[in-house]
């Protein structure tokens, strides 16, 4: 074990691992993560944090996380290169750590022309991959990024996302190689909706031996509109979602959309864990976290195992 | 007060506008007095700085007239012109003289009974509009430095 | 500069018909130094072109591009045009004809008329105005002076004499006008009379008479025009409703379908029907749906094919193959019924149309054919002038010359080119040899005006009444005198009469003045004249300015005097000022190389070289290969049946025989330079590949076509596969064998209008009618098929169709989905497959000979090189693309470049031969002056402010402005054609258009607004 | 070159408006090119001003110049007779030309007419475009010719995020997404391996993160 995430437990244990998200108020109300916390408990093995989600300004990522491991969670630290220099990340690693939190994910972020505050400098000092490769030195060799040496250096299970549906195609096997030689642990996908062509990506995952080098946890959200299907279709960048799965949606009354997304969130978690490498699925319900219960249950991944 | 007389500024390209208001004086179509025009070889060949300085010298409107699309004796000089002056009603309404006093006309060289109808439109238009705030101001001047 | 005027008979042309034929003849013919009298029986001249709206391919009125820059030089003294003027006798012969011409009376002094239209607006019953019909052809023609005013007057319709003339202000009217003749001595003439419009009154089963809803398609253009009598609405005559459902009726008159048809094709028609249909779709879009009812769609000329796959595709208008039965209008109905039995259906079927357009063909008027009778010149059986296959323009008199519709119904390019190469011809008759026997006008040194103040004299012209009449010119004089700088300010009546001139010559010296203002009309007319008469008083001719106080003040500010004498001060102060930064310039002149390099030494590239060195010019002619003669060269028979290969070898001996001719063979062309009348061309000759330079003014392209060969129908598989070109040779050299044949099978279209090459190859139909009448003559039990697409046997070669209709050959329409199958069968003989739409059936034909009509296609990898080494455009087919598709289809976009035979796009040998003529004629006018004159309005470039940042690069719309070794912007005054784009774009104000500098523009607005502030 | 847009009239008024006699001063170099502040421009600006102060019935003097480059001390010198009866300096030059004459003619107000933008090429006639940031550790050879810090929105030096749609940036249409083009590149060249090179986090201090930087030649400078 790297470490004492109880994620890399579970992974390292052959289960499939489950995890889910939580995005932190915009405002001081700590009993909004703390609501949200309660949903998730004993259905997901990690707690993913988000941060500044689509370069919003919430409360922070290390705040909200500190909420939940308070309350016997196991947050998962989301982290974006975009609002911090490498001093201030490094330091915040320090900070998680101290407060019991050893799962992060290295992102580059949103782009701040998306999200409230457009006027914002964006800082990329370091980028997602370079962001990985400083975790890992900072755990493996117990320096900062500047060559110094840390006292008790944080021990993080290090995750970082990948897009398989992104243009080049391409490349996005290449990219996550190279996530994996800068160190990555994990990797949660973007949500997939285009089935075929995540089993091509898997492929070329395979091919490189990727899948053993690092845990993929699969990405999933549930639809809860024929109209946020076709929203996250035309207007979400990077996102595929085939018109047959809109059509599907569209088919129904829309008073039964939102329990045919769930169908459909379902129906893939299960295809997807016939799939080689997968080892894992995180769960975005963007906002609706009280249906994380029903689909993991229904998806088959209760109980949750329990590790030391 | 007597009535406004706007003076307006005609850029007509030589092959076409130009020889359109040949034609309407062929013609004998009554047009207002006005309007005076600036020859010039293509209406491509109107310089921003012509249209401003007309302004800046007291002009209540300004229009540069060229061939119809298509028929610029240099293939394109109209389009370049009608960009320019779309680009400089901007800068006219920046200024505060406003981009309605500005305007681009197509015309073939046969089409003299529509320079005439322009040419009065563009007055009453202008008339309509009143003075520009420089010719306002620059009229005061020289009241003052008669008195 | 300006020439003396050299009209005698011996350097005189009779031009007969003022359309476009006639004005390019007239034009040709006065730009190389001959006169040239024009007579019109019409009031004014334009043609029928003029009543066009807009013309095929590039759907624009494009009139204005027939004659640019005419009015800049003296050349229109060289011109006299005779309106309302008929032919009645003819004496002499060629090189000294009489002609007699009687001259109707207008009833209006030209001279004193003004055009004002007073009289026009009061008596509408009894004056005519017929300014051309388009809005734009009078002054399109860039030539205003020349052009009659369009008013005349019917004096039998005239009720109260008296009234009419008081009315005119002018006092133009002359009621006691009378008929004039006169006697008009040239050496030679071209009769250009233009054709008439088929009217189709007498077919009472098209309902045009009764129904004011069809229309012919000339009557359609008029509603489609702005300035028709609808103002370009368009709506159908009956209740001036939009229609929805137009349909177009194909070959009414032609093609002798009707009764008084004629038998041949009038060749524009189809092209004509998609422009209007096409024109309409896109105006209208979907809610206008048109439909064509056709025979043959005969898109044959150069890229017209494409304009018909447009017209198809991209407009969706709809296309019918077959003959509408008749057109009726059911009682109480709102629209028309046509009944139409549709291709390959057994049953008729009826459909409703709000509008009916009858596309009415050419004939030859009454009018002509009375002339053609005085002028004792032979006619063909419909009235065409007669010509040979190899001397397309010369008509059975020698001396007299035929362009045009006269010749035969065609296209306007085809006019423009017989327009040139009549010109060409008739200048060959002329004793005095061509070339400007004037001489420059003799001008005092040039005075040297740097470091002068400005001392600025002012004449200002009453022009009669013109503006007297409004203006009181002495007090505006007056004025001028008042204005800063201005030495002499006087009135001096008209400014253009040489009384005046004279004086205002005197005045610019004795006062020593250095600028000019002429108070008075256009510069656009009379700029010249006035530079010219300060330049005789030893000033730079460019220290003029214009106020054009008639055109802008005094004819159109008449109703309000006050404003219109403060506006004139205005003018004239803003002339002025301007006036005082005017600056002197130079035209710069360089001689003129009056050689002329021919590339190419097939028929056309001869014919044009023997013109050419008929006229004295030297002429290099490059061949590529080893020897002269070209693709003609195989050919044996010309469809009329003259022997080609004697015609062909005849024109290798005078290329030899010229002393003006040097022929330069295995000449690869290398490299080229220098501006339009100095050229450069160097190439490699010979199996040595030495290298030769020839110096040179002009540059013809006429280095034709290639046989097309494609890989179909077993070509170059089977030996009884071969192409029409091969077939021409066997039917001559092995007449035997044709007798032993069976059946001929002939496929049209092979290698073309195909998605590889979507182009007509225009001479295959005739081609294969040739042949097969050649066949059937020599064997007449042979069966001979043609398996066609369209038959495009267009203008008099219809008559051959016919004919071999009649003589048993079988003509077999197929389309381009279901081809003829092609398999090797017994014996040597070919197996051919395909449907025979009337039967409806597939028939099997075993061909003894399976001949391919493969028409031709660009020499491609040899245009490239000449493309790309002269800076030609092409068009995607590989052809030259000439400067103007309709107007000036023989002149490329690159002065100095003309093109002439296949290297423009296929063409027969008749066609060759007329587009050679033509280029020697455009070539003339250019190699007619002794100097190139690069003008003075150009850009100029100061280096020192130039920041090289390409913007006038980027800007100029003809690519001459690069960055040169110094690292500044370069401008080739040679080459500047003076737009001005370039300094208007500079963002370091480096660049000036001299005559327009910015200090000249701005002062012109300086001096405007002065009074108003002070 | 540098790039840079003229200022909104407005805030050049705000700036001289409480001054009559203004030195407007163009410069013939880069801001020439793109169309910001040379000759053309420098008369443009004049007159706008005019009558702008004028319809708001102000008459101000306006003085036009324009230096063959205002980054350059000689070339700043020249204008030295014309300061006298001058109240106000407007330069139309980027931000080194307007320092230029401000550090020169200490004495008079030096205000900026253009915004400066960024480094960038010509993609045609009137269009400008990023391409430099002048980081000062050149990354080029190794990125396919293409810069990922100015041409990636997130200024990624290690492959695209997920945002990248068509060839695309997620920001905008009208952006390319800059490691499309590296990866493009980079496969025309047959270099697709250099894509796995991990680049490691960038030294920001040759980048002005080390403070304003100076280049000395040490064989030059005097």
């Known amino acids: ?34 609501e949200k916390g309660q949903l998730l408990a004993g259905f997901v093995d990690a707690v993913n944090v988000t941060d500044n989600q689509t370069a919003m300004v919430r409360m922070s990522s290390l705040g909200a996380s500190i909420l939940l491991r308070q309350m016997g969670l196991n947050p998962l630290l989301q982290m974006v290169t975009r609002d911090r220099n490498r001093l201030a990340m490094q330091s915040e690693i320090l900070s998680a750590y101290a407060h019991g939190i050893d799962t992060m994910l290295c992102l580059s972020g949103d782009h701040p022309h998306f999200g409230d505050h457009p006027m914002a400098a964006s800082v990329h000092d370091i980028d997602s991959i370079q962001l990985i490769q400083m975790v890992k030195t900072m755990r493996d060799e117990g320096r900062f990024q500047g060559g110094a040496e840390i006292e008790n250096p944080p021990k993080m299970f290090i995750g970082a996302a990948a897009n398989p549906f992104a243009d080049p195609f391409e490349l996005r096997v290449m990219r996550l190689a190279k996530k994996v030689a800068a160190g990555v642990d994990f990797i949660q996908t973007q949500c997939i909706y285009n089935i075929p062509k995540f089993e091509k990506w898997m492929e070329g995952v395979r091919n490189r031996g990727l899948h053993e080098k690092c845990y993929i946890l699969a990405g999933v959200t549930p639809m809860k509109s024929a109209g946020m299907a076709r929203y996250m279709k035309n207007k979400v960048p990077g996102m595929d979602v085939p018109d047959d799965v809109v059509a599907r949606m569209a088919a129904k009354p829309k008073e039964e959309q939102a329990q045919e997304g769930v169908d459909i969130c379902i129906e893939t978690i299960q ?15 963007i906002e609706w976290e009280k249906i994380v219960p029903e689909i993991v249950e229904r998806a088959g991944l209760l109980p949750r195992p329990q590790v030391a | 007060m007597e009535k406004f007389e706007p003076v307006i500024v005609a850029f007509c390209c030589h092959y076409c506008a130009y020889t359109a208001a040949d034609m309407a004086g062929s013609q004998r179509l009554d047009y207002p007095p006005n309007v005076k025009i600036i020859r010039v070889p293509c209406s491509g060949k109107v310089d921003a700085i012509h249209i401003l300085k007309a302004f800046e010298r007291g002009a209540d409107g300004v229009y540069v007239a060229g061939c119809l699309e298509g028929d610029c004796h240099f293939k394109n000089g109209n389009l370049k012109a009608e960009k320019q002056v779309q680009y400089l009603r901007k800068s006219l309404d920046e200024i505060g003289i406003g981009g309605d006093r500005l305007e681009m006309v197509f015309m073939s060289a046969g089409m003299g009974e529509f320079f005439a109808r322009k040419a009065k439109e563009m007055t009453e238009k202008i008339r309509e509009l009143g003075p520009s705030p420089v010719h306002t101001q620059l009229e005061q001047q020289a009241r003052q430095k008669a008195s | 500069m300006s020439y003396q005027l050299d009209n005698k008979p011996d350097n005189r042309v009779l031009v007969v018909g003022g359309g476009m034929g006639g004005i390019r003849t007239m034009l040709d013919l006065a730009e190389s130094g001959h006169s040239v009298v024009l007579v019109d029986s019409a009031r004014s001249i334009g043609g029928l072109m003029t009543q066009l709206d807009r013309t095929f391919p590039t759907n624009n009125c494009d009139l204005c591009t027939l004659s640019p820059h005419l009015s800049q030089s003296g050349r229109q003294e060289r011109i006299e045009l005779l309106t309302m003027t008929q032919i009645t006798g003819m004496e002499g012969e060629r090189g000294a004809f009489s002609v007699t011409v009687k001259t109707a009376p207008r009833y209006i002094d030209m001279e004193k008329c003004t055009a004002c239209g007073e009289c026009f607006k009061h008596f509408p019953d009894c004056v005519r105005f017929t300014p051309g019909l388009d809005h734009r052809a009078p002054t399109c023609m860039r030539y205003p002076q020349a052009i009659p005013q369009a008013y005349s007057v019917d004096m039998a319709a005239c009720k109260d004499l008296q009234a009419l003339v008081d009315i005119c202000p002018a006092k133009a009217i002359v009621p006691d006008d009378t008929e004039k003749t006169r006697t008009i001595e040239c050496g030679s003439i071209v009769l250009a009379p233009g054709a008439e419009v088929f009217d189709p009154k007498g077919l009472d089963y098209l309902g045009y008479s009764s129904q004011p809803d069809i229309v012919t398609s000339l009557e359609y253009e008029r509603i489609l025009s702005a300035s028709g009598p609808t103002s370009g609405q368009l709506v159908r005559p009956s209740d001036k409703k939009q229609p929805q459902k137009i349909a177009w009726i194909q070959c009414i008159g032609s ?51 494409l304009y018909l796959q447009q017209a198809k595709e991209r407009f969706g208008v709809r296309l019918v193959r077959c003959r509408p039965h008749s057109v009726v209008h059911k009682q109480g109905a709102q629209g028309l019924e046509i ?49 040979g296959s190899f001397t397309p323009v010369a008509t059975s008199k020698p001396g007299i010359y035929v362009a045009g519709l006269f010749e035969s119904p065609k296209d306007i390019p085809e006019t423009m080119v017989q327009g040139s190469a009549a010109a060409c011809m008739a200048a060959g008759d002329l004793s005095a040899k061509g070339i400007l026997s004037g001489q420059e006008e003799e001008f005092p040194p040039e005075r040297d005006i740097s470091g002068e103040e400005p001392r600025v004299g002012v004449f200002l012209c009453d022009c009669g009444e013109n503006i007297g009449g409004v203006l009181d010119v002495q007090k505006l004089a007056d004025y001028a005198q008042s204005l800063p700088g201005v030495v ?102 360089l001689p003129m190389n009056k050689n002329a390099l021919v590339v190419g030494g097939g028929v056309a590239g001869m014919t044009t070289a023997l013109e050419l060195a008929r006229h004295g010019h030297k002429v290099y002619l490059a061949e590529r290969s080893a020897k002269l003669g070209g693709n003609a060269a195989k050919l044996r028979k010309t469809l009329e049946g003259e022997d080609v290969r004697a015609f062909v070898n005849g024109l290798v001996e005078k290329v030899k025989a010229s002393e003006n001719i040097s022929v330069i063979t295995g000449a690869i062309i290398v490299d080229h330079s220098g501006i339009p009348g100095m050229f450069k061309t160097g190439m490699q000759v010979g ?14 392209l006429a280095t034709g076509a290639l046989g097309n060969h494609p890989d179909q129908y077993l070509l170059g598989k089977s030996d009884s596969v071969i192409t029409q070109l091969e077939m021409d040779s066997l039917i001559e050299d092995k007449p035997e064998k044709v007798k032993s044949w069976s059946n001929v099978v002939m496929i049209q279209c092979v290698g073309s209008r195909s998605p590889e090459n979507p182009n007509c190859s225009r001479i295959c139909c005739q081609a294969a009618v040739k042949n097969a009448l050649r066949i059937v003559e020599i064997n007449p039990d042979a069966r001979v098929f043609v398996l066609y697409r369209d038959m495009r046997t267009f203008g008099l070669s219809e008559d051959y169709y016919q004919e071999a209709r009649q003589k048993g050959v079988f003509f077999v329409r197929y389309s381009q989905d279901a081809p003829p199958k092609v398999d090797q069968g017994q014996d040597g003989c070919v197996k051919v497959v395909f449907n025979e739409p009337v039967i409806g059936a597939d028939l099997e034909v075993e061909a003894d000979c399976l001949c391919l009509s493969t028409g031709l296609v660009a020499d491609d990898e040899n245009n490239e090189d000449l493309a790309l080494i002269f800076k030609l455009p092409r068009t995607k087919d590989g052809f030259f693309l000439e400067d103007h598709v309709k107007l000036r289809p023989v002149d490329l976009p690159v002065p100095g470049f003309f093109v002439a035979g296949t290297a423009h796009s296929p063409k027969n040998i008749r066609d060759s031969i007329a587009q050679a003529q033509a280029a020697a004629s455009r070539a003339r006018t250019m190699l007619a002056a002794n100097e190139i004159s690069t003008g003075a309005a150009v850009a100029k470039v100061d280096g020192q402010k130039c920041a090289a940042c390409l913007i006038c690069v980027r800007a100029c719309p003809f690519g001459v402005p690069f960055i040169n070794a110094e690292g500044y912007s370069q401008i080739d005054p040679a080459r500047c054609r003076g737009c001005g784009v370039c300094a208007a774009a500079c963002p370091a104000k480096a660049i000036q258009l001299m005559q327009f500098e910015d200090d000249r523009i701005l002062a012109k607005l300086e001096s405007l607004f002065e009074r108003m502030v002070a | 070159m540098i790039t840079a847009e003229r200022k909104p009239l407005k805030e050049i008024m705000d700036y001289i408006q409480p001054f009559n006699r203004i030195l407007l001063v163009g410069c013939n170099e880069c801001v020439t090119v793109c169309s910001a502040g040379g000759r053309k421009e420098v008369g443009l600006l004049s007159s706008a001003l005019q009558s702008a102060f004028l319809s708001a019935g102000k008459s101000i003097e306006i003085k036009e110049h324009t230096l063959e480059r205002q980054c350059d001390p000689e070339y700043v010198e020249e204008i030295v007779g014309m300061m006298d009866g001058v109240d106000a300096v407007v330069s139309m030059a980027c931000g080194c030309g307007v320092q230029e004459m401000a550090r020169r003619y200490k004495n008079k107000p030096v205000f900026p007419a253009v915004n400066t933008k960024f480094m960038g090429a010509s993609e045609r006639q009137g269009v400008w475009a990023e391409r430099c940031q002048g980081c000062g550790n050149c990354l080029l050879g190794i990125t396919g010719g293409i810069c990922p810090i100015a041409r990636c929105s997130k200024q990624l030096m290690n492959g695209p995020c997920g945002g990248s749609t068509n060839g695309k940036c997620e920001i905008s249409k009208e952006v390319d997404c800059a490691w499309q083009l590296i990866w493009d590149r980079l496969k025309m060249l047959g270099q697709e391996d250099r894509y796995l090179d991990i680049i490691p986090a960038k030294d920001w201090r040759t980048a002005g993160g080390g403070g304003p930087r100076k280049i000395v030649r040490e064989d030059l400078a005097g």
């Open chain 1, 1 to 34: 074990m790297k470490t004492n995430s109880v994620l890399e437990k579970v992974l390292a244990n052959g289960n499939l691992a489950v995890t889910s998200e939580c995005g932190p108020p915009r405002g001081a109300v700590p009993e909004k993560v703390k």
């Open chain 1, 271 to 285: 295809r997807l864990s016939q799939v080689e490498g997968v080892a894992g699925f995180h769960i975005m319900a």
């Open chain 3, 255 to 305: 093609r002798g379908i009707q009764k008084g048809a004629q038998s041949y094709c009038s060749s524009a028609c189809c092209m004509f029907a998609l422009k209007e249909a096409m024109v309409t779709k896109e105006r209208f879009q979907d809610s206008i749906e048109a439909t064509i009812f056709y025979m043959d769609m005969r898109t044959f000329g150069k890229d017209y094919e």
């Open chain 3, 339 to 387: 009944q139409y039995l549709p291709e390959g259906q057994a049953q008729q079927v009826c459909e409703e149309f709000d509008m009916v357009v009858l596309s009415t063909g050419f004939l030859v008027g009454q009018q002509t054919r009375e002339m053609a009778n005085i002028l004792g010149i032979d006619l063909d059986s419909h009235g065409f002038a007669k010509t």
């Open chain 3, 488 to 589: 002499v300010a006087q009135s001096v009546g008209h400014g253009c009469s040489s009384q005046s001139m004279e004086r205002i010559t005197s005045i610019v010296e004795s006062e020593k003045l250095n600028r000019v203002v002429i108070g008075g009309c256009s510069p656009r007319t009379h700029e010249k004249r006035f530079q010219d008469t300060i330049r005789k008083a030893g000033l730079n001719p460019y220290l003029l300015e214009m106020a054009n106080i008639r055109d802008q003040i005094t004819w159109v500010h008449a109703a309000e005097p006050e404003l219109a004498a403060k506006k004139a001060q205005s003018l004239i102060r803003m002339a002025v000022g301007a006036a005082k930064m005017a600056r002197p310039l130079a035209d710069s002149t």
């Open chain 3, 687 to 700: 199996p040595q590949m030495f290298y030769r330079q020839v110096e040179h003014g002009v540059t013809v």
